[in-house]
């Protein structure tokens, strides 16, 4: 090969590489907008619209990134996923104790509620009207309110399991610490008790 054809060829490797950091940009940068715009306006009333003009681009680019709003919607439950990993329940299995392991795991499961809060607070109360965002929110946290069942739930009693369910809703926690005023703390002991001082039968 000639140092002519070097040359092209070292420039069509540079031009190729160019475009796509541009078009990875591009995506993430639509990716970010709806993010946004899910969080602060709630992904049922969010167009696609709304999205390509925030992220700066032609509704066309965004089409050509995302052709419909269900692969829009999981590129934004997993980059949330990824910038807020949930606590993971397999952390807990080790805690031979039911109720200290159900106090650490409460703890941890309120920080991330407390974290997320206004992101996850838009999603709850769309996905009960919207069917894509419950189709996107049951993929993303039903999986992880099935471990977290699994794990606290191990060793204790069909009713307090029940009571398990109200511990870890996210409602529940919004009730005890946003509404009520108790602190994190206070709020994670209210619930544990709740479920632990439940007959096991």
């Known amino acids: 090969m000639s140092a002519q054809h070097r040359a092209?060829?070292?420039r069509r490797t540079y031009t190729l590489g160019r475009r796509a950091e541009q078009q990875a940009a591009t995506r993430q940068r639509i990716v970010e907008a709806a993010v946004d715009l899910h969080t602060?306006?709630?992904?049922?009333?969010?167009t696609l619209s709304m999205i390509a003009e925030q992220a700066g681009v032609q509704r066309h680019t965004l089409y050509a990134h995302f052709p419909d709003e269900r692969s829009l919607f999981?590129?934004?439950s997993g980059l949330f996923a990824e910038r807020n990993p949930a606590?993971?329940?397999?952390?807990w299995r080790g805690?031979?104790?039911?109720?200290?392991?159900?106090?650490?795991?409460?703890?941890?499961i309120y920080a991330w509620y407390a974290d997320n809060a206004e992101v996850l607070a838009s999603v709850i109360r769309d996905a009960e009207h919207h069917a894509l965002t419950r189709e996107t929110a049951a993929r993303q946290f039903g999986p992880l309110m099935a471990a977290y069942q699994e794990v606290l739930g191990d060793g204790?009693?069909?009713r307090q399991r029940a009571m398990l369910g109200l511990a870890l809703s996210f409602h529940t926690w919004r009730t005890l610490v946003r509404d009520a005023g108790l602190a994190q703390h206070a709020a994670v002991d209210a619930m544990a008790r709740a479920v632990c001082d439940q007959p096991q039968e």
Do not use: H, M, N
Request: charged fraction near 25%; charge should be positive.
């Open 8 to 10: 092209v060829k070292k």
């Open 74 to 76: 999981l590129a934004c």
């Open 95 to 108: 805690i031979g104790d039911p109720p200290a392991r159900l106090r650490q795991g409460l703890a941890a």
């Open 156 to 158: 204790l009693g069909p």
């Open 87 to 91: 606590p993971d329940a397999q952390a």
């Open 40 to 46: 602060r306006v709630g992904p049922a009333r969010t």
